[in-house]
């Protein structure tokens, strides 16, 4: 069973930027379509971005041109480059990994998932 563990959140100014990273184990992360989601107090878990097992990208297009994902299966983990951030975008981040090379953007599709790391953009 995968296990993923998050890294990176913390508090910024609107602004400013962050990387998260999320590192696996106990699976096959090269062969893993990975993403991230995030959650807002009161809100749903939403789709921020995903990556397949070669790198092609997706994102949702409140983050597109400001956030980046990327991966390094070397060290089997995945980052996302979070840059010019907003007060929206404050939330609890998630990765998540399939058991498939190809990514999706619902996050019923996802059958791993890691235990959040919280990100607050002051303004």
């Known amino acids: 069973q995968e296990q993923l563990v998050e890294s990176g959140g913390g508090l910024v100014q609107a602004g400013g930027s962050l990387r998260l990273s999320c590192t696996a184990s106990?699976?096959?992360?090269?062969?893993?379509?990975m993403g991230w989601f995030r959650q807002a107090p009161g809100k749903e878990r939403d789709f921020v971005a995903a990556?397949?097992?070669?790198?092609?990208?997706t994102y949702a297009d409140s983050v597109k041109g400001r956030f980046t994902i990327s991966r390094d299966n070397a060290k089997n983990t995945m980052y996302l480059q979070m840059n010019s951030l907003k007060s929206e975008d404050t939330a609890v981040y998630y990765c998540?990994?399939?058991?498939?090379?190809?990514?999706?953007?619902?996050?019923?599709?996802?059958?791993?998932w890691g235990q959040g790391t919280q990100v607050t953009v002051s303004s």
């Open positions: 998540a990994a399939r058991s498939s090379k190809y990514y999706r953007t619902d996050l019923n599709d996802y059958d791993y």
């Open positions: 106990g699976g096959t992360f090269s062969s893993s379509a």
């Open positions: 990556i397949n097992w070669s790198g092609l990208s």
